[in-house]
Every structure is written in structure tokens, then in C-alpha cells.
């Protein structure tokens, strides 16, 4: 009888990622941008505190308003 449980709990997850699919991806590429310079400022971010919260948005922006200038003048585009 436990087992029916757990095939139920595990319909219920596999149910809520396949409704929030685009919510969760969408997530997931901000927390892990494809950018380069914004990768870079991520990890400075974190480098410097160690509890930054990539999962914050207000984290990654006042992030990004630091560091993106920095990067942008050490590696600029050619």
C-alpha cells in the first residue's frame, strides 16, 4: 500500500513541473544566463558573499549594475 503513495506523490511532482515547465525554465536561464559578462558578474557576486542569492531577481540586478560596467571595461567587445 505504501507504494501507491509514493506513485501518487511522484505523478503529483512530475504533474506541477509539467505545468510550470516555462516558469521553470525561464527561471533557470536567468539564475544561469548564457551571456558570458553576465555569468562573470554572477560569479563575482558570489566570490565576494558567499550568500548571494542567485535565485533573487533584485539580486542579480543590483548584481549586474555593479559588475557589468567592470567587466565591460577589462574585456571590452571587439
Known amino acids: 500500500m505504501k507504494w501507491v503513495w509514493l506513485l501518487l506523490l511522484a505523478a503529483i511532482i512530475v504533474a506541477c513541473v509539467f505545468v510550470n515547465q516555462k516558469a521553470i525554465t525561464e527561471q533557470w536561464a536567468a539564475m544561469y544566463p548564457a551571456e558570458p559578462r553576465r555569468e562573470t558578474a554572477l560569479r563575482a557576486c ?30 571590452p567587445v571587439r
Open 46 to 75: 558570489y566570490s565576494e558573499n558567499h550568500q548571494f542569492n542567485r535565485g533573487s531577481s533584485k539580486a542579480r540586478a543590483a548584481c549586474y549594475e555593479k559588475w557589468l560596467p567592470i567587466i565591460a571595461r577589462e574585456a
